[in-house]
């Protein structure tokens, strides 16, 4: 049952100042059904649910009781940033609890796991429930009824764990003696205040209580009373080894309007790149980002700072750090991204790797930098009004992020490669290649249950002019100009019908934005028809509106078959297959009796699209025609000379039909070879 | 001046027991002038002799002194297994002992620093002797005059440090408090002392003393007495983290005859792979050797261990081991070597990956890895008397392993990647693609040291039968039987001139290696010729040999363009250049105006060959034609469909005229990128 505007959720992670310089402002929006609904209902319904227990089992909740003196033993983890996957895990629940409560019950409530449900166990709730397959319930996402419940208890725990000064950080509490700051390049101290920050500005956004926010700016304080540069009279003068906090403290700013937030997020953002932390481009040290000409380092690292960048120039009006901002997100796009919109081609440091290095297999792709690029994007959108911003999320959305979470929303990878190669040994733990329940280091689960329960922040925009619609969903758009009702069955269909329900009587635009991939549109507007291309990447639709106009667009999602520019070694004589928003991959378990590493695809024959409601929770199958090389027999020498192979046996092979599957959908089945890019010859 | 035979050293690395079941046994051989001989001066008067320097200022030698009680302050080094650096040189020095004393003083004796040197000085000692641009100098290989006394005072320094009952680790005895083998995952303890086995083997056979000797047997009767399988009474069934200690035991049974060391090295090999140490592939505890399929885990661990395994099947005639040898030998060099012979894809974990895993830019291949490989590789030489272990050896020694120290002997290569793109961003320290003078983990540069101080005991061998030789160099080869004389320009000349020096008056066979690579060879003989091709990699000349007959060997060396296996991805659509057994790169300082990656080589135009007596040492160059493609600005998404590309700009692209050099000679001048594979199209 749609939402009426009313129920729309007002709000998410990013809110512009009343000085701000963005070009559009975040609108609401709304999803109804459809492609992300079903995810969010996993997300809501099975991910956050779990979290608690999932958090209790790992013991960071213990952590934050040790810390509070009302528990004894041990702390918990391996790192000094767990207290991170608990303010995640608040901010998604926020999130949630920010969707109004629906008509009625939740229908997964009554398989959310209670606290006797052990972390490990293989189970997936609401299968019975599920009508397409793998996927959890559709349906109402309304906070299942004991969510406000957990985040009241979870909450009260990081309040009781604060130090009175208000120094939060159960690591150097418990471990450390109590010792602050002393090591700033890898103690996440500031980092892991970014994420209570962030978690309390959604508490307070989402259910207009201040108990998380006051605990978020005490702590806030605490820093702003400790860091500052040289000549401020400020004990350190010093940065976090993890960029993080700074957004943070913008957003902080935008929700408390207490520009001290904003100044000392413009003061750390600065800082970076002068050696204070030895150097180091894994913490973005090496150089300031005013004058880099590329992104390097730990990618969520670069992502989170450049996300803050962002933030600097909408609020300030940094012309320098805008233009830093943009020339990097250029030089990332065109170096430095897979195909997925993975970022990160080195496992060794997270690391970002050389231009056009972007590997296969040992694309590192961490789930967190693809969130990280959606939120750095989004913000990028924001501020210049450029759609190229919004495919890039798209693209991200679909492939190399939600990758990252199981279809039953119980599974997680921490890395996402594009190729796993047939005898692959798996080294298990985080970087395993198959789905793992929580990870040692457990950052990507958290997170991407927020960015999945603050979606629809990402989805529509508006300006002084009219409304943006970023990404099709079914559901609504509302500035405060207007509201649209969509209807699709997108990334499966093309066609997006929608009708205005509210607008004024003035003339306003509609644009719509017609994705980077997308080679033919038709859009439908009364008499008129629009066809591409269009220059910039909006179609804009200016004219005065009445309730119950339609525009119908219709995307081609013919397959294509992609190629990368021939400086991307990794994939030379390679082609992708492509439909629409989403990447594909062939899966070893489609292909039986062979393995993936010995197949060619055939690109002089026509790919062809078929919808299996049965597969993976629904999905559309891409059929290419293909072969299965017969190569002979070439010694213990894998390397010959090239005027011998004229001599050797001819490769010719069996031709297999070749069935790809999206590429989000993968390693959901049973463990095997998977690869996105295909030999051509 | 050549050395007669009795200056030969008689002695190396591998001695074979009085019950070995190999075929083949180690012959003496002397290298006299040439390619190898540069590479040995460099070593014998620049690499060896800076070692004590470089081992005192690491605070490796420092670290023994405080073991002894003789000397105050804190322990130096990062790892468990700093002791190994010393045990490595003393290894390397005690080699270099066994070259019979020349007949005048080794020219590069005046040029070796002395004690007042810094290890982290930029001096190329020899510089203005060297005859042949930036080679150390060439000659006489005897010791310098104090190196005797180096290592005698090394010796007793490592005496020193070891406890009453045998027991010898720095790490263990003053940072661990004298807790012994409770981490034997990461401890390196055995690892440790078989470094001090193998050393104390080296420096009895070069120099008949056993004080090291003695050191290392109380040290080996201690783990005798502490380890053994359940119902042994032993202490403690375990094995050692980082394989190692076996093949040192089995040196040492064939050294003192003691069999129990032999027992020990066997024990310990079959417990690998049935979780003791916790089941890791990093550690070869997954699966057993003798049911591996591939190899596996952090590569040079493997590599020992599978060198013991070859100890163990030469020495007990164990035929299973022998099978699993050659079965994982086959499954490494068909699925995970690299062109160079470089061994290792994955910087982390420092693993063999998967099957035809094989990067160029991240390709670890490590310089220690190359180095086990030949160890490796040499024992199933002596074991199967197969002359592909031979082929592996070449291509490693001129590639992977060459590569790993610099012309001048004094900076090293830890990883050795096949691709350094332009914009690469170094990250400096052991994993740099920049040489650099010695690492925080120091195990290579000593390793290369050993190898080369004792490269003569790789050249040849003997059976009932005759001699066989395997390597050639300009020199001598002798067997029980017979002395070769050889003369020859190899590896930029392919003609191997051999003249039978002494020979028994009943027939024998000279045996020739036929490189793999090689497709077109003849030898003379007399009135007779031989052309190819052989069946199993020998040519085999068998009569009535006299003094003074020759045979003339020559191989073409027609440079050749090389594909791989289609399989191995990361070089689809690319070619290499190799010449003899030299791979090429193209190097950025030889393509100036634009970088590699813009590339691309014409394979339809013949290559030219151009020795540079003035480059890099003096070397003969590949010069081939290609030309540097012009690409369109593509916008901000480097991936297109394909059939957009008939619409898009011509890729054509300036002749350019490509000059490759052989791969072990780069990075010897600037900073810069580097490719071994080139796209043709």
Redesign the interface.
């Known amino acids: 049952m749609p939402r009426t505007r009313s129920a729309l959720p007002a709000t998410g992670p990013v809110r512009l100042g009343p000085d701000s310089r963005a070009a559009l402002r975040p609108a609401a929006a709304g999803i109804d059904t459809g492609f992300w609904q079903a995810r969010r209902a996993s997300n809501a319904h099975v991910s956050i649910p779990q979290g608690p227990a999932l958090l209790e089992a790992a013991g960071n909740l213990h952590n934050l009781r040790l810390a509070a003196g009302t528990a004894a033993g041990e702390f918990q983890g391996a790192y000094p940033f767990v207290d991170t996957d608990v303010y995640k895990w608040l901010e998604a629940a926020a999130w949630q609890l920010a969707q109004a409560p629906g008509e009625g019950q939740a229908p997964g409530e009554d398989q959310a796991p209670g606290e006797d449900q052990a972390p490990g166990e293989d189970h997936a709730p609401g299968e019975d429930q599920a009508p397409d397959g793998d996927l959890a319930p559709d349906g109402d996402l309304a906070p299942d009824g004991d969510l406000a419940a957990e985040v009241g208890r979870i909450v009260a725990l990081v309040a009781g764990a604060q130090q009175p000064d208000g120094y939060l950080n159960t690591w150097f509490q418990l471990v450390k003696g109590g010792e602050r700051y002393k090591d700033l390049r890898w103690g996440h101290e500031l980092y892991c205040a970014g994420h209570l920050i962030q978690a309390a500005v959604a508490h307070h956004r989402a259910t207009g209580s201040g108990e998380l926010l006051d605990v978020a700016l005490k702590f806030a304080d605490h820093i702003d009373s400790v860091f500052g540069p040289p000549g401020s009279g400020k004990p350190i003068d010093g940065i976090d080894g993890h960029p993080e906090v700074e957004t943070a403290l913008v957003e902080l700013y935008r929700e408390t309007g207490e520009r001290r937030y904003l100044e000392l997020a413009a003061y750390f953002v600065d800082r970076y790149g002068h050696g204070l932390l030895g150097g180091e481009?894994y913490c973005q040290d090496r150089v300031p980002l005013r004058e880099a000409t590329?992104v390097?380092g730990h990618a969520v690292r670069q992502l989170y700072l450049l996300a803050a960048a962002a933030d600097l120039a909408t609020e300030t009006g940094d012309a320098e750090l805008r233009t830093a901002a943009e020339r990097l997100?250029?030089a990332m796009?065109?170096?430095k991204?897979h195909?997925t919109g993975g970022l990160g081609a080195?496992?060794?440091?997270e690391?970002f790797g050389?231009?056009?290095?972007l590997?296969?297999?040992?694309a590192y792709c961490e789930t967190c930098a693809a969130i990280a690029s959606v939120q750095w994007s989004w913000r990028m959108a924001l501020l210049t009004g450029e759609a190229?911003y919004s495919?890039l999320i798209e693209r991200t959305l679909y492939n190399g992020f939600l990758a990252g979470v199981s279809l039953d929303g119980e599974r997680w990878l921490y890395v996402n490669p594009l190729?796993v190669?047939?005898?692959?040994?798996d080294?298990g733990g985080d970087?395993s290649a198959r789905r793992t329940r929580w990870f040692r280091c457990a950052c990507c689960p958290p997170n991407v249950m927020r960015l999945l329960a603050s979606l629809e922040h990402y989805l529509a925009s508006g300006d002084d002019n009219g409304l943006q619609i970023h990404q099709y969903v079914s559901g609504r758009y509302a500035s405060d100009l207007a509201v649209i009702r969509s209807e699709t069955d997108y990334p499966w269909h093309g066609t997006i019908a929608l009708t205005v329900e509210e607008t004024p009587a003035e003339p306003w635009t509609l644009s719509l934005r017609i994705p980077?991939w997308c080679?033919e549109f038709r859009a439908r507007c009364g008499q008129e028809t629009y066809e591409g291309p269009v220059a910039d990447g909006w179609l804009r639709l200016e004219r005065t509106w009445s309730p119950g106009d339609q525009v119908v667009l219709e995307l081609s999602l013919e397959p294509?078959?992609?190629?990368?520019?021939?400086?991307?070694?990794?994939v030379?004589?390679?082609?992708?297959i492509e439909r629409g928003p989403l990447v594909y991959c062939l899966e070893g378990v489609d292909h039986p009796g062979g393995g993936l590493?010995?197949i060619v695809v055939d690109?002089t024959r026509p790919l062809a699209v078929k919808h299996r409601p049965d597969l993976l929770g629904g999905v559309t199958t891409v059929v290419a025609a293909g072969s299965r090389?017969h190569?002979p027999d070439?010694g213990?020498?894998?390397?010959?000379?090239?005027?011998d192979?004229p001599d050797s046996p001819q490769?010719d092979g069996e031709c297999v039909e070749l069935t790809a599957v999206p590429y989000y959908a993968w390693a959901n089945r049973e463990d095997g070879s998977m690869r996105v890019?295909l030999?051509t010859s």
């Open positions: 481009a590329n390097e997100w250029h796009t065109t170096t991204t195909l080195h496992h060794e440091e690391d050389d231009p056009y290095e590997p296969n297999e040992r190229r495919d190729q190669r047939d005898g692959h040994t080294p970087q980077q080679r294509r078959l992609t190629a990368a520019d021939p400086r991307v070694d990794a030379r004589g390679c082609v992708a590493d010995d690109t090389r190569l070439a213990w020498w894998p390397y010959a000379p090239v005027d192979s490769q890019w030999p």
